[in-house]
């Protein structure tokens, strides 16, 4: 029915920037809010993003003034602009997108995750 394809992940210096991406597909009716969240080994999954149809933008504390999360409702995509990354931020990330689904409903979705690491 619907696909979320994360896709940006990657290995590099604390202090970097990266950018996912996560790309929504399927038989879409409406996307209401579309997010990211984070778990780090050990860790419980926490929300780093979200942003709602109506632009309402979320934030976990630690990523704020670092982290920017932005959609494209025409590509069904949101994007989540990483910067001055620091080791604590690694963590595999995934995509979550609250979606009406033609004939089925409205659901919770959730991408497989990609996995960010910020090497001290």
């Known amino acids: 029915q619907v696909q979320l394809v994360e896709s940006g992940g990657g290995l590099l210096q604390a202090g970097g920037s990266l950018r996912l991406s996560c790309a929504a597909s399927g038989n879409i009716f409406s996307i209401n809010a579309m997010g990211w969240y984070r778990q780090a080994p050990g860790k419980q999954r926490e929300l780093v993003a979200t942003?709602?149809?109506?632009?309402?933008?979320n934030y976990l504390d630690s990523v704020m003034g670092r982290f920017t999360i932005s959609r494209d409702n025409a590509r069904n995509t949101v994007y989540l602009q990483m910067n001055s990354l620091k080791p604590e931020d690694t963590a595999v990330y995934y995509c979550?997108?609250?979606?009406?689904?033609?004939?089925?409903?409205?659901?919770?979705?959730w991408g497989y995750g990609t996995q960010v690491i910020a090497s001290s």
């Open positions: 979550n997108a609250r979606i009406a689904v033609i004939l089925y409903g409205s659901g919770s979705y």
């Open positions: 942003v709602t149809s109506g632009s309402t933008i």
